[in-house]
């Protein structure tokens, strides 16, 4: 538990992986066949014939099938900017599935400035569940920007809260690479002043973590 009013970090929801089988089947001839055109046919050519008709049973191979490791996707001297004074081994939160859902916590006090950073994988089972996902994320968001070059697609938001004259402020970026998802949550609140770090200041540093958090996974691909 966090020992400081701050937004809670993201719990993510793992999609049901749907595993989908073909099944092939051979074509016999009936009624509405051409018996003249039948019988000045070979037996081979009938045979090809047939196997070319037949639909395709493969599917398309997930790009990802687990999640990295979170506590390692992030280079030592960006947690050490983005969060002073935290064990830069972070800390991994317990999932109830570690293969597809991993996430990881930095966070820290120094002084009177609080930050807290999270980064979160999650594998689906197809490109489109992740899509779907992602848009759904989007939907929820009110402000911030895409964010060009980060994996398939990506988004970024920053909010302001204020709790008993206590500003937080909150930088969050969501990114797809074909079948996983990639979120990031970046926070921070200084307790003397009570104020919060500048807009720019968490949306760069929440940035800069997805970057080097993608990078992570795509070198982790299949």
């Known amino acids: ?25 051979a074509l016999s001839s009936g009624p509405l066949a051409a018996p003249q055109a039948a019988e000045h046919k070979p037996a081979e050519e009938k045979t090809e014939t047939r196997s070319e008709s037949a639909p395709s049973t493969s599917t398309a191979p997930k ?13 030592k001297k960006t947690v050490e900017a983005l969060v002073p004074g935290a064990k830069t081994a972070g800390k991994e939160i317990p999932s109830t599935d570690a293969e597809l859902r991993r996430t990881c916590s930095w966070n820290a006090l120094e002084g009177y ?9 999650e594998i689906m089972e197809s ?17 911030g920007g895409a964010v060009p070059g980060l994996g398939d697609s990506a988004y970024s ?39 919060a770090p500048s807009t720019d200041t968490i949306n760069k540093g929440a940035i800069k973590a997805a970057k080097e958090a993608m990078a992570a996974l795509e070198s982790d691909k299949d």
């Not at 489109?128 to 402000?143: D, F, M, V």
């Not at 930088?171 to 609140?189: E, P």
């Open 157 to 195: 938001v920053v909010n302001l809260t204020t709790e008993d004259k206590q500003e937080t402020r909150e930088g969050v970026v969501f990114a797809r690479a074909s079948n996983a998802l990639v979120t990031i949550t970046y926070n921070g609140s200084d307790f003397e002043s009570k104020k």
């Open 1 to 25: 538990m966090r020992s400081l009013p701050l937004p809670l970090a993201l719990t993510a929801r793992l999609s049901p992986v749907v595993v989908l089988a073909a099944v092939g089947w």
């Open 127 to 143: 490109d489109e569940a992740a899509q779907k996902s992602y848009q759904a994320h989007l939907e929820k968001q009110s402000g």
């Open 63 to 75: 790009v990802y099938s687990a999640a990295p490791a979170p506590c390692q996707s992030v280079a």
């Open 113 to 121: 400035d609080y930050r807290w950073l999270d980064v979160s994988y």
